[in-house]
């Protein structure tokens, strides 16, 4: 089966050159690279490899048009997309290709790992168990880790859903996600094989562009959501608590850790929020045993699913 891995970018030239080399570097699979240069500043240097495009739009018109663009133009069966700061294991589209291909499924997604700029670890994202309902279950929460990096998806069936909807930016993934799975089957592999980079350039890392893109999420799936009588709050407030704990922004994850306390009740929830309060992170690790198990299920599932994916060499 042939896939088309469409990178957006703009401006990192460094970044790009290894999400390319890990998509080139893809095993068992028929890969063509469609790189869709979103109005960088100069226009970025890529591997002499005939599996290679480049799209370039001369000005920014933004991720969701950058990756609909890579949409059209894609000549594979399938498509997968990569962010130009994320990279995958070598076997990363076998498997999910496999996974679907058993299940006779029109997308598939697995597991992978949140590092920082450095390649380290600062969380596994495992995948749950199958879920009876895939699409009740992800218009209550994403239960798909890693950002838009993660599913693979029948090109016809992407575009079929119109790709990506350019309202939003934060919640891009969660949103095609949704719609993915209203109009196709999906499957799933546990394996842990994308390593999902958060730092300060990230989209996630922006409260003020997550809650908006909430908003209109909310908006959007309203109907559909009221009709199952869903209810997203804690999740999203335990998912915005992780990012800012994770990027260093003590007093906001206070706030997410409070808003969570007076939803949730619980005692440990506000242990966490009064030591970041009074003590930042450092205050979090001397009173929080919830973060101590929080660690240990994360080198349990770590030791349990592999390492996270060596970053490749460029291309």
Not at 261 to 281: I, M, S
Request: glycine letters at 8%; one cysteine or more; a neutral charge.
């Amino acid at each position: 089966m042939s896939v088309s891995v469409v990178i957006p970018t703009r401006d990192r030239p460094a970044w790009l050159r290894r999400s390319v080399s890990s998509a080139l570097a893809q095993q068992g699979a028929d890969v063509e690279v469609v790189v869709v240069d979103d109005g960088s500043r100069e226009p970025p240097s890529l591997p002499e490899d005939e599996r290679v495009r480049l799209l370039r739009h001369e000005q920014p018109r933004g991720v969701a048009h950058a990756r609909n663009a890579g949409l059209a133009a894609a000549r594979g069966d399938w498509v997968a997309f990569l962010d130009d700061d994320d990279w995958w294991a070598p076997t990363k589209l076998t498997r999910q290709l496999t996974a679907a291909y058993e299940a006779q499924a029109d997308f598939a997604w697995c597991g992978g790992f949140t590092v920082d700029p450095a390649g380290r670890v600062l969380n596994v994202d495992p995948i749950g168990a199958p879920e009876p309902d895939l699409h009740a279950a992800l218009l209550r929460m994403n239960t798909i880790p890693c950002g838009c990096s993660n599913v693979v998806a029948r090109t016809e069936l992407l575009r079929h859903i119109g790709g990506f909807d350019p309202q939003f930016s934060v919640l891009a993934d969660w949103d095609l996600n949704v719609r993915l799975s209203a109009a196709g089957r999906g499957a799933s592999t546990p394996e842990l094989l994308i390593a999902y980079s958060l730092h300060a350039g990230n989209m996630h890392y922006s409260d003020a562009a997550a809650w908006s893109d909430k908003r209109r999420f909310d908006a959007k799936h309203e109907l559909e959501r009221d009709g199952r009588a869903l209810d997203d709050e804690a999740w999203w407030l335990s998912w915005r608590f992780r990012a800012q704990l994770q990027t260093g922004r003590n007093r906001a994850a206070a706030r997410s850790a409070w808003q969570l306390y007076r939803l949730n009740r619980d005692p440990l929830t506000l242990g966490r929020a009064l030591a970041l309060a009074v003590g930042g992170r450092r205050g979090l690790d001397r009173a929080g045993a919830a973060m101590r198990w929080l660690r240990r299920r994360d080198d349990v599932a770590a030791d349990a699913h592999g390492p996270v994916p060596a970053a490749p060499p460029p291309a």
